[in-house]
C-alpha cells in the first residue's frame, strides 16, 4: 500500500466509512479516474447526480481527505467510479492520486453526500464550470434533467475534453492557467433570452464563480430563477476548504 506523507492538517474519516480497492486507474491529460471495488459497496445508494464522497488516505499523523464528485457507481458489479483532476495549482491529495495510485491500493471512502435534485418544474437547466466541475456536470447531463440543459465547461485544450457528452459544449482557454477572465463570463453574457422558469448551477474557482453567480442573479434573479454556486478551489491557495464553499 503506498502512504501518504504530505503535510497538512490530518482529517480523521468517520465511523462510517468504506475500506474500498482500486480495481483499475486511467489517466486522462489532468485527470485520473478511479475505479473503485469491494463487498463494502453492497449497501451503498447514489440517489442524486452530482453527489460526492469524501476520499482518505492513511498518512503518519491521522488519514487525510478530500471531496470528489461520484462519477459513475454500479450497485450490480459493486464498482464506484470517481474523476480526480490535477489542477495547475495542484493540490496535496489530488498530486498523490495522479502520481501514485495503483490498482491494488486501498482508500478509505464517506458518504456519499449532496447532490442536485432534479426539478420538474424547471423549464430550463444552465450549467457552467471549469475542467474542476466537469464531472459533477457530466453527472448531472447524463442523468437526463428535466426541460432544456446547457452545459458549459471551460477546459485548457482539446485533450482536457475527456468526456465526450455531445450535450455539453466545451470552451478551450487555450492554456492552463486560470488567472485572466473566465470564457465563461463572456458566454454568459451572449446567451440569448431563456424563457420560463430556469435552475443555475455553477462551480469552478471560487472568484469566478462569485463573478458568474453576480452575472446569473442580476440577469435571472428577478423572474425566480435559482441560482446555485460552489467555489470547488480558489487561486493562490492549495487544498482549498470544503467547507469554505460558495453557495447560494
Known sequence: M???DAPGEPRFPPYAYRDLEVVSVRKHRGLIRVVLGGK???DLTVPLPAAWVKVFLPGPSGDVGRAYTVRRFDPVRQLLEIDVVRRRQGGALSNWIYERLAVGDHLHVAGPRGGVEPTA???WHLLLGDETALPAIASMVEAGLPGRSIALVEVPFPDDAYDE????QFLFRGRAANDEPSYLETALD???TLPGRGRVWIAGEAAVVKRLKRAAVDRWGP???TVHAAGYWKMGQTDYKDD???TG
Open 2 to 4: 503506498h502512504r501518504f
Open 40 to 42: 463494502a459497496l453492497a
Open 121 to 123: 418544474q424547471a423549464d
Open 165 to 168: 457528452n455531445p450535450l455539453i
Open 190 to 192: 451572449s446567451l440569448p
Open 223 to 225: 423572474s425566480g430563477v
Open 244 to 246: 469554505a464553499l460558495v
